[in-house]
């Protein structure tokens, strides 16, 4: 199968800064045929533009700078994520879980249930697709669904692979949500404000874990005001404009 080597390719301008760093891994990375596919389905190309465009006005609120670009988690960082996951057990739900790959491997490390959210409709079937192919479709949950609007109360294990602008607003709603035995495990950019427990990895590669009761230091209160939901989003669009 023809390998191609992405090292140069021109995104819209008025993406984020940070969104030049998801792509920076890119450019050291092979990727095969079947790769560039899930990359074109997980941007959508011109039928996702139509979607999102026309057909789901909702996404639109969504500001341009919270709108993560599809990239495939790397083999290394797949593993580096679940590496730090290792001794965990109960359910597990990964946050913008583009092609499902996370997922699928902590449905293989006996994690149960496992859940990803995800927005994107296209990245939806094919993460589902993939655990069709992999026999795993009966024990594994894609959902789509707005990432902000989820309730994490009774969430224990949470892995994220996403943009820093993301991260600095997510933060926020782990901290006011989670529950204090809480693990969080982020790929290829940690969280702006927390010093994580453990780190796993070098390079694009690196996933750093954060324990939730070490970041609250007044024990299992949490702080209500730091709550950040989908009207928070809203706001961050009005803002922008």
């Avoid at 993460?127 to 669904?145: D, I, K, L, P, T």
């Avoid at 969430?155 to 529950?179: D, G, I, M, R, Y």
């Amino acid at each position: 199968m023809t390998t191609y080597l992405l090292n140069s390719y021109s995104f819209p301008t008025e993406m984020d800064d940070n969104t030049d760093e998801l792509f920076a891994d890119l450019r050291t990375r092979h990727i095969g045929g079947w790769g560039v596919l899930q990359i074109a389905a997980g941007t959508g190309l011109a039928v996702y533009a139509m979607w999102a465009g026309v057909l789901q006005p909702g996404f639109r609120k969504v500001p341009l700078r919270l709108q993560v670009p599809y990239i495939p988690a790397s083999k290394a960082q797949v593993k580096n994520v679940m590496t730090l996951m290792r001794g965990r057990t109960g359910g597990l739900v990964d946050l913008g879980s583009g092609d499902g790959r996370i997922v699928l491997e902590a449905c293989h490390q006996s994690f149960s249930p496992v859940v990803g959210y995800e927005l994107n409709p296209w990245l939806v079937q094919l993460a589902r697709f993939h655990a069709w192919r992999a026999g795993r479709h009966g024990n594994v949950s894609y959902r789509q669904e707005d990432l902000w609007k989820v309730d994490l109360s009774k969430c224990k294990n949470v892995t994220v692979f996403l943009a820093p602008s993301v991260l600095s607003l997510l933060q926020k709603k782990l901290h006011a949500e989670l529950p204090d035995d809480a693990l969080v495990v982020a790929g290829r950019f940690p969280f702006p404000d927390w010093n994580p427990c453990r780190i796993e990895g070098q390079g694009v590669d690196r996933a750093w874990a954060y324990n939730m009761q070490a970041l609250r230091p007044h024990g299992s209160e949490k702080n209500e005001s730091l709550s950040t939901t989908a009207s928070d989003v809203d706001n961050e669009l009005v803002q922008e404009k």
